[in-house]
């Protein structure tokens, strides 16, 4: 356990409606990443963090943007969430030997 | 920017069969390589990693790996699956500060 939680766990949200997602972690670690996963494309990063207020694109980052005002909280938005969007968010921190990951966020978008 | 390439999309075994699951990455020079492991319904977990040193890497539950650097390969292994291995599998490698995943190995294991 990397103490990484997400909230929430499940969310169900309409179209064009703002999203946040929150990713906290305990141990203080610089890096944080948010990780899509789609069923065929495995996880794929979409933004991540390496220090407070320093964020960077991942591959997948259109539709979306990301927040880290406090090292513990990272936080990801949907500005106006699409059905596309309709995934599982997993966080991760980058800790020592590798990235551990956050129990995800079930996004429904309807 | 690094690629991996998973090329066992579905693999379906028998209980005490052996597995292995192949993962190639797409160019040399010093490589940290990774294997994740999520079981159905949870997060990923780690289960090994290669930094340097010894190219066979052992890992949790059994498994292990082997880093051909020649091969740009790092399949992972289990000589007798268990039934609980029943799981996705997905390779890593580093790329700067992030990691780049395969698109996995969904596993199946009959009793």
């Known amino acids: 356990d990397a103490g990484i939680t997400q909230s929430p766990r499940h969310k169900v949200t309409e179209t064009g409606t703002p999203v946040t997602l929150r990713c906290h972690q305990t141990e203080n670690h610089r890096y944080m990443y948010w990780y899509r996963q789609d069923p065929g494309h495995g996880l794929r990063l979409i933004h991540y963090?390496?220090?407070?207020?320093?964020?960077d694109k991942g591959e997948v980052s259109d539709g979306y943007s990301v927040s880290r005002s406090k090292t513990e909280d990272f936080l990801l938005t949907l500005e106006s969430a699409t059905s596309s969007q309709t995934s599982v968010y997993f966080c991760?921190?980058?800790?020592?030997?590798?990235?551990?990951f956050g129990p995800g966020t079930r996004l429904t978008v309807t | 920017a690094q690629s991996v390439s998973q090329h066992n999309h579905h693999v379906i075994l028998s209980e005490a069969a052996s597995l292995e699951l192949g993962c190639n990455y797409s160019y040399g020079g010093t490589v940290n390589l990774f294997w994740y492991v999520q079981y159905p319904g949870q997060h990923l977990q780690l289960l090994l990693k290669y930094f340097s040193g010894d190219p066979l890497v052992k890992g949790i539950k059994g498994f292990e790996a082997e880093f051909i650097k020649s091969k740009f390969s790092f399949n992972l292994r289990k000589p007798s699956v268990q039934w609980s291995d029943t799981a996705e599998y997905f390779c890593a490698v580093r790329d700067t500060d992030k990691l780049i995943f395969g698109t996995g190995t969904r596993l199946q294991v009959f009793p």
């Open positions: 963090s390496y220090g407070v207020k320093d964020t």
């Open positions: 991760a921190i980058d800790g020592q030997g590798g990235q551990y």
